[in-house]
């Protein structure tokens, strides 16, 4: 038996990350076989249908003729004051709520989503997530001696879940007096799933039914990592204005990210931004947060910041922006619409798509189905309840082809 | 008593930085009175004589001709694997131990530093620092539960205090079997020591001493974030190979940083590097790191990475980048050497300079000491137990002069 020098609670297994592996894979196949051959749908970023990364010029232009010093600098602990600005603006648009309202820079929404849980969670409680998740939710939890509980997200008819929302809710509150869920809306990954207007005044309902309980605090972060290619106007931001005059032991904090919005996946540039009836529950968050970046990663990326903040101030970039963001929402809901329309023709059930880069597809055996995939040069990540098809990394025309394709792979197995 | 939303263990003082706020009441007095008539000496950051940050060309000119595609993609969760070779060349040059090394990317050197601390500790436990200590240490610390305990870095003669490190180093792996020091060498922040070579024979006798308890768990972090400012030509990099051979319950972790040699602090881009003679013990780090990396920024600012990596491919770049740091290591050294011989000229007590971008002087009451300055329009940060002050961001001209102002300050207290 060999020797061990890390801590305990810091020992994990040997693993590295399934996507990059199958993402190689893919690769290899595209060299093989030409790109026309392969369908390669394991990233979650934009990409042409050539197969490039997008990466808006609004963007880039700005980032390329930014000052060295601008780039060079630190950033304050907490974020430019100018960004806390301009990403509230980015963020909550014309629904911003009728609250106090705190931002914090972290690195992408990653940074955001660990302030929400681990700084709001104790060691040993359970946070609480839908039973389609982003893995990460349980990396950081785990990472913190904090555990995870899952709703479903759907009920038998394909709607969202609110009964069984409520009474993991309910059961976790009750033994914890305290419950950070993390709710992945709109433009679930890996669903695609948003909630309606309606479906957050349920799950608010019940927040507020609980925090009647002045000893429970309750916490809804809500990671809206993929807001940008939401909706078709602003109508899925719609929902922030009902953050407005909450009981205070009901706090929200957005996870936002410059990541997909502003095609600055690599430039790790994000927020945590808190909302509360109560000036000294926003206080105390920016304060704890300014602490855990401190502590973690010091500052943020100054030159993401930089990019955000000269495109909010000038009206004529912020519609050259905002064109270009429209034109690549534009394309992908084509997209997704081609994969939803084909699959409905072919049978492929699917869950209920709403926005997003992502569709899945329920399917028990998800790592064999992936694997078998491969044989038709097609590459989709499994998930733990099944195949997430990635309809931001493919081209419109094989979004139309794909659905047949896993069909007849499923069908096949499960004979 | 208004009521609170987040855990225990992630409340904090509303405390904001107090560099910061000295380094924006040197602003205003620029502006009032005319850079040439103010001292701003509070940024931890290389400036040139008229007041603006370096920020080398060699570097600007590759990040900014950087495809967009190459900033934007996520950097894969433990660094690019061509950066993690690169940033091993960068850090130990020809003086690389003889042991197994892997490294990780981190925000920073602070995010590697992070790592050692966090991932090497239990909760409870208390890790060694020396008395002169970058204060993040205590934050990183405290955010997780972890203590501090400090040596005295130097002995009544000026001269590395190894019999104290050794009394404190005993008494703790004593008490907790496991210990992790932090050595933040060469160019220490904020006195410019930087540990001889013989010092760190001292340093490891006294650890190896302690390995021979095979229950002991040692950890030295050395944090050398400013190594590329430190000696004239490569001489402050042979500590390194001493990392060789040494007992499997030695660990050291290197943190490496891009903020200052690279000039791209605002970048967040650095290394967590592990070297041990057992394999075993490399993998477990290296594994240890990406799930904290993952679990809290999830992945490195790819155009850092990129930066590094084309600069160490292409051997001519890999010169005029060199060039270019030395020429700057030039005029840090000559600032840092007006200050050292203009204190001895009018007798300002300093602590030994050998290194790097600070010189401190030893003086009890600080606080008082850095408000009475202002009123010379002289701006030096108060630490515990002293002043600390940056030649890196004053011109040599100014160095000549700011030992004479200081003392006849502290004398004017001191009466």
Same mark, same amino acid.
């Given at each position: 038996?060999?020797?061990?020098?890390v801590?305990?609670?810091?020992?994990?297994?040997?693993?590295?990350?399934?996507?990059?592996?199958?993402?190689?894979?893919?690769?290899?196949?595209?060299?093989?076989?030409?790109?026309?051959?392969?369908?390669?749908?394991?990233?979650g970023?934009?990409?042409?249908?050539?197969?490039?990364?997008?990466?808006?010029?609004?963007?880039?232009?700005?980032?390329?003729?930014?000052?060295?010093?601008?780039?060079?600098?630190?950033?304050?602990v907490?974020?430019?004051?100018?960004?806390?600005?301009?990403?509230q603006?980015?963020?909550?648009?014309?629904?911003?709520?009728?609250?106090?309202?705190?931002?914090?820079?972290?690195?992408?929404?990653?940074?955001?989503?660990?302030?929400?849980i681990?700084?709001?969670?104790?060691?040993?409680?359970?946070?609480?997530?839908?039973?389609?998740?982003?893995?990460?939710?349980?990396?950081?939890?785990?990472?913190?001696?904090?555990?995870?509980t899952?709703?479903?997200?759907?009920?038998?008819?394909?709607?969202?879940? #609110? /009964?069984?929302?409520? +009474? =993991?809710?309910?059961?976790?509150?009750?033994?914890? &007096?305290?419950?950070? $869920?993390? *709710?992945?809306?709109?433009?679930?990954?890996?669903?695609?799933?948003?909630?309606?207007?309606?479906?957050?005044?349920?799950?608010?309902?019940?927040?507020?039914?609980?925090?009647?309980?002045?000893?429970?605090?309750?916490?809804?972060v809500?990671?809206?990592?993929y807001?940008?290619?939401?909706?078709?106007?602003?109508?899925?931001?719609?929902?922030?204005?009902?953050?407005?005059n909450?009981?205070?032991?009901?706090?929200?904090?957005?996870?936002?990210?410059?990541?997909?919005?502003?095609?600055?996946?690599?430039?790790?540039?994000?927020?945590?931004?808190?909302?509360?009836?109560?000036?000294?529950?926003?206080?105390?968050?920016?304060?704890?947060?300014?602490?855990?970046?401190?502590?973690?990663?010091?500052?943020?990326?100054?030159?993401?910041?930089?990019?955000?903040?000269? #495109? /909010?101030?000038?009206? +004529? =970039?912020?519609?050259?922006?905002?064109?270009?963001? &429209?034109?690549?929402? $534009?394309? *992908?809901?084509k997209r997704?619409?081609?994969?939803?329309?084909?699959?409905?023709?072919?049978?492929?059930?699917?869950?209920?798509?709403?926005?997003?880069?992502?569709?899945?597809?329920?399917?028990?055996?998800a790592?064999?189905?992936?694997?078998?995939?491969?044989?038709?040069?097609?590459?989709?990540?499994?998930?733990?309840?099944?195949?997430?098809?990635?309809?931001?990394?493919?081209?419109?025309?094989?979004?139309?082809?794909?659905?047949?394709?896993?069909?007849?792979?499923?069908?096949?197995?499960?004979?």
């Amino acid at each position: 038996m060999s020797i061990s020098m890390v801590a305990e609670h810091a020992r994990w297994p040997k693993e590295n990350d399934a996507i990059f592996g199958l993402a190689a894979r893919a690769k290899e196949a595209i060299d093989k076989y030409g790109r026309e051959n392969v369908i390669d749908s394991t990233l979650g970023a934009l990409v042409d249908d050539e197969g490039n990364l997008i990466c808006l010029e609004t963007v880039y232009n700005e980032l390329k003729s930014l000052p060295n010093a601008a780039i060079a600098a630190y950033a304050q602990v907490a974020g430019q004051p100018d960004y806390l600005e301009a990403v509230q603006q980015a963020c909550f648009g014309r629904y911003k709520p009728d609250a106090h309202i705190r931002a914090v820079a972290t690195p992408g929404g990653t940074g955001s989503v660990r302030h929400g849980i681990v700084n709001y969670s104790n060691p040993g409680d359970s946070i609480l997530i839908a039973d389609w998740f982003w893995s990460p939710y349980v990396t950081i939890s785990e990472e913190y001696g904090i555990t995870v509980t899952t709703f479903e997200l759907f009920n038998d008819k394909n709607q969202f879940n #609110i /009964a069984d929302f409520k +009474e =993991k809710f309910e059961d976790l509150i009750k033994k914890q &007096k305290r419950l950070v $869920t993390v *709710l992945n809306t709109p433009a679930n990954n890996p669903t695609g799933y948003s909630l309606s207007d309606e479906e957050w005044d349920e799950v608010l309902n019940i927040a507020k039914e609980n925090a009647k309980d002045p000893e429970n605090k309750i916490i809804i972060v809500v990671d809206c990592a993929y807001i940008d290619y939401a909706g078709v106007g602003d109508e899925r931001r719609k929902f922030f204005s009902k953050f407005s005059n909450l009981p205070d032991n009901i706090f929200v904090i957005i996870a936002y990210s410059m990541s997909k919005g502003y095609t600055m996946y690599g430039m790790r540039s994000g927020a945590a931004i808190g909302i509360s009836s109560n000036e000294d529950i926003v206080e105390e968050f920016y304060y704890s947060c300014m602490h855990a970046n401190r502590a973690n990663w010091s500052n943020g990326t100054r030159a993401a910041m930089e990019v955000m903040i000269r #495109i /909010a101030k000038d009206p +004529e =970039k912020t519609k050259a922006y905002e064109n270009e963001v &429209k034109e690549t929402k $534009t394309m *992908l809901r084509k997209r997704a619409e081609a994969f939803v329309e084909a699959s409905k023709e072919v049978g492929l059930e699917i869950l209920p798509y709403r926005d997003g880069f992502f569709v899945s597809i329920p399917y028990e055996n998800a790592k064999k189905a992936s694997e078998e995939l491969t044989k038709e040069n097609m590459f989709v990540v499994a998930l733990k309840k099944g195949l997430r098809f990635a309809v931001c990394a493919v081209s419109e025309e094989k979004c139309k082809t794909a659905p047949a394709i896993i069909k007849k792979v499923l069908d096949r197995i499960d004979t």
